[in-house]
């Protein structure tokens, strides 16, 4: 098994499915399966997740990486696409975009 307890695989999962995996369970009110999750999903419209939510999402965010995000950079991270760029950039972990695929994170 993976070490994030996920399937067989031995690849690590990409940064976007790990932060959809952690969106999809800080925000767990809204029943969200991550292979849904695109980077245009907004997180307050398409999630309905309030101020708190959003602020809970970062925290895990920062808990998962080991990184700081400003409370500037939270409330400008409005969809997945941006927390995945945010949380790239923090960690020095950018990855080609032609690596990212929608729905791959199953």
Same mark, same amino acid.
């Given at each position: ?24 369970? !800080?925000?767990?009110?809204? &029943?969200?399966?991550? !292979? ?9 419209? &398409? ?39 945010? !949380?790239?950039?923090?960690?020095? &972990? ?13």
């Amino acid at each position: 098994r993976s070490a994030d307890g996920g399937g067989m695989t031995s690849a690590p999962l990409s940064t976007a499915c790990r932060v959809r995996k952690i969106v999809a369970t !800080v925000l767990t009110h809204a &029943d969200i399966d991550p !292979v849904t999750l695109t980077d245009a999903t907004t997180l307050r419209t &398409d999630l309905e997740a309030d101020t708190l939510g959003v602020h809970e999402v970062a925290m895990a965010l920062e808990d998962r990486f080991d990184i700081e995000i400003g409370d500037d950079e939270v409330e400008n991270a409005r969809t997945i696409g941006c927390l995945v760029r945010l !949380v790239e950039r923090l960690t020095g &972990d950018a990855e080609p975009q032609s690596q990212i695929h929608e729905g791959a994170c199953a």
